[in-house]
């Protein structure tokens, strides 16, 4: 069996599973956040009764995160449902917010869910984790099985704990090579959906392995994983080794045990992929598998520049960003917004030295650049959101100059329906 | 692809807190119009079977039949890759499909993400809540992107009852058959959305396997719905389940 088809295995309590078959699946994490979290309640409510009680009150972790620091009056009452819900379950694990003015205010805020889950040790190797969020896949950095479910099937879930899934067959990508230093796992991800398309993994689990792989942290393996829904994948993993149980040190006190694909496991297909070969590349509008090379796009006019979400805005992404700002040594041309993930990214902004630069942190080589200061730590604009959410792009862009997603940035290129001009960012 | 049905579940497997009785379910919120689907003698197309002995019971105690829906009227046409952005904005996403009037105001912004150029006439018509379009035919991929449930529910807020497409992206598939909002019925063959125009009038015949388009006068064969469809005539996998006697049903 593959790692995904032992996971689901030993949750259904089978003792082998080939894929396309049905089970019943006993649920380790079930993750909620602002945008979902109030219709999940709902239907848990309507469907269990208004007196119910989650099935475990441990294992449902609840995070807001996308529509926050905004004073749209739904936005704000969606988390004041949480909250009421939360104390009402004694839920152990809600990341509460509720002075907008001042993030740091808030002891218990986190910011975007995936990065959050990762942080706080509920991401763990052989777990089954499911969320009201399409890139739950990003959790697959980890060894376990992680994916993205409705409002109805989480109302179950919180219920029961457990969820109704198809075995899912697993294509397997073998990532060899030194990673230049100028690649990201950002890169490789877009690399491969280019190759396979925006539906090359739909209903198929993603096996991310071999030499490149190994020598990724945490943080980049999550960029990996965390695009996979990009690719219509279920599922992504990546074995679990020495650096996710280094990373999960004193992050939680949980067992948790590994697994691992078997050498004669079968996949549906594999991928081999030279990295050391490998050269930047980007997304153009409007679709993630639009690939084309870095260098081929050089002379497009870039009109503004985003550095944000689960994809982009971890502290490794900073730091890459905050690099070659230190080395172009110029000011941005274009209004640069940075929006880190979490609480603890936007710390690190502020606190880590960046390695090369003389003990300069990101925020201040940020600053020296003249890129906006660093913001609250949310979702942000990737998504839109309220209309007064920051860097939100409100007016369609009249030029039809194009800019693109380079550095982790925006996931999913649509949502600023906008009309007359594509609209990515690009930093350059 | 129906991953929402029952397939080896029996009472005892579900967790006790399941079997706690609970109150009659409001059901104030589906004001789904519905066109009265007329039965037709049917043809039967290959229905796939159960694969449990207790699956199987449950299906004939349900009184599981192979769908017999037919939905007849206006469609709207759209083509590949159409993601959960272009059908429901995310500026929308604080509406909370669980509340009645929420669920309504959904249904009026279906489709609203939809480019201008490349789709001139409105799902929804300004000023309406509910859409003149029953039937949606789309290409590849539909409903790719992010898993928000308030998708498919706003279509089917909207009125629609079925998006035939050539595939689906898992979550939205998934989606609209836990709500039970829309039947996500699949093309045999690619190439519909190119033929068929917006406005044209069509019937959908699940007994059959089969659309109509009577404007155009040409027919498309569509695969079985399979364990899906008991699912969604139901009314979603909660409605479902209880019918089946997977879970209790609620006291009046």
Redesign the interface.
């Known amino acids: 069996m593959t790692t995904t088809e032992k996971i689901l295995a030993r949750a259904s309590e089978h003792a082998s599973l080939e894929p396309g078959e049905n089970v019943w699946v006993n649920v380790d994490v079930l993750m909620t956040h602002d945008v979902c979290g109030p219709g999940t309640i709902g239907i848990f409510k309507r469907e269990f009764g208004e007196d119910a009680k989650v099935w475990d009150r441990e294992k449902v972790v609840i995070i807001p995160d996308h529509y926050i620091f905004t004073s749209d009056e739904r936005a704000n009452r969606n988390v004041d449902i949480l909250r009421d819900f939360c104390a009402e379950q004694s839920i152990k694990y809600f990341y509460d917010i509720k002075d907008l003015s001042n993030f740091k205010a808030n002891p218990d805020y986190k910011g975007v869910c995936h990065v959050a889950l990762a942080q706080e040790g509920h991401c763990r190797p052989g777990e089954v984790l499911l969320g009201t969020d399409s890139h739950t896949c990003n959790a697959g950095a980890f060894g376990q099985f992680a994916t993205g479910i409705g409002n109805t099937d989480a109302g179950f879930v919180m219920g029961t704990g457990k969820a109704l899934l198809k075995v899912p067959p697993t294509i397997r990508f073998v990532l060899d090579g030194e990673m230049p230093p100028y690649l990201l796992a950002k890169d490789l991800i877009l690399q491969i959906i280019g190759e396979i398309s925006v539906s090359g993994a739909t209903y198929k689990s993603m096996e991310f392995v071999g030499s490149t792989v190994e020598s990724l942290n945490m943080e980049e393996r999550m960029t990996l994983c965390n695009m996979v829904i990009e690719a219509g994948g279920k599922n992504g993993v990546v074995p679990a080794d020495e650096t996710t149980f280094k990373y999960l040190e004193g992050k939680t006190s949980v067992e948790y045990e590994p697994v691992y694909s078997d050498a004669q496991a079968r996949f549906v297909s594999d991928y081999r992929f030279d990295v050391s070969k490998l050269e930047p590349v980007v997304a153009k509008p409007h679709s993630p598998d639009n690939r084309a090379l870095a260098r081929e796009c050089k002379d497009v006019k870039v009109d503004r520049v985003y550095i944000g979400s689960c994809t982009g805005g971890k502290t490794e992404d900073f730091f890459a960003a905050a690099k070659l700002f230190f080395a172009s040594g110029k000011k941005v041309k274009v209004p640069t917004f940075l929006v880190p993930a979490t609480q603890k990214v936007w710390m690190d902004v502020y606190s880590i030295p960046v390695p090369g630069t003389g003990g300069k942190t990101c925020s201040q080589i940020f600053e020296e650049a003249g890129c906006d200061t660093p913001a609250s730590p949310s979702c942000g604009a990737c998504l839109g959101g309220p209309r007064d959410t920051y860097a939100r792009m409100n007016e369609p862009m009249v030029r039809t100059s194009h800019c693109f997603c380079k550095i982790g940035v925006l996931h999913d290129i649509n949502f600023m329906n906008l009309e007359e001009s594509s609209l990515i960012f690009m930093f350059n | 692809?129906a991953?929402?049905?029952?397939?080896?579940?029996s009472l005892t497997?579900?967790?006790p807190?399941?079997l706690?009785l609970?109150?009659a379910?409001?059901r104030a919120f589906r004001h789904r119009s519905r066109v009265a689907p007329h039965r037709r003698p049917a043809l039967k197309c290959h229905q796939s079977r159960p694969?449990t002995a207790v699956a199987a019971a449950a299906a004939a105690a349900a009184g599981d039949s192979p769908s017999t829906a037919v939905f007849h009227g206006e469609c709207f046409v759209v083509g590949d890759?159409i993601?959960t952005?272009?059908i429901i904005?995310?500026?929308h996403?604080?509406?909370?499909?669980?509340?009645p009037d929420e669920y309504r105001k959904l249904g009026s912004f279906a489709f609203v993400?939809l480019?201008?150029?490349a789709y001139p006439t409105p799902f929804v018509a300004p000023g309406e809540e509910k859409s003149r379009y029953a039937v949606i035919i789309g290409g590849?991929?539909f409903g790719?992107?992010?898993?928000?449930?308030?998708a498919p529910v706003a279509l089917g807020a909207a009125g629609a009852r079925a998006v035939l497409a050539e595939?689906y992206?898992?979550?939205f598939f998934?989606?609209s058959v836990?709500?039970g909002e829309v039947y996500p019925l699949e093309l045999a063959d690619t190439g519909a959305w190119k033929e068929c125009k917006t406005g044209d009038v069509v019937t959908v015949d699940l007994a059959n396997c089969i659309m109509i388009n009577h404007t155009s006068g040409k027919q498309y064969k569509l695969k079985p719905i399979g364990d899906a469809g008991p699912v969604i005539e139901a009314g979603?996998?909660?409605a479902y389940a209880r019918k089946t006697g997977m879970i209790a049903s609620k006291s009046a």
């Open positions: 692809m991953t929402a049905t029952a397939t080896a579940l497997e579900v967790a807190a399941v706690a609970v109150p379910v409001s694969l890759n993601d952005d272009q904005p995310a500026e996403l604080t509406l909370v499909p669980s509340k993400g480019p201008t150029a590849a991929n790719c992107g992010s898993s928000r449930e308030h595939s992206a898992r979550i998934r989606n836990a709500t979603g996998i909660f």
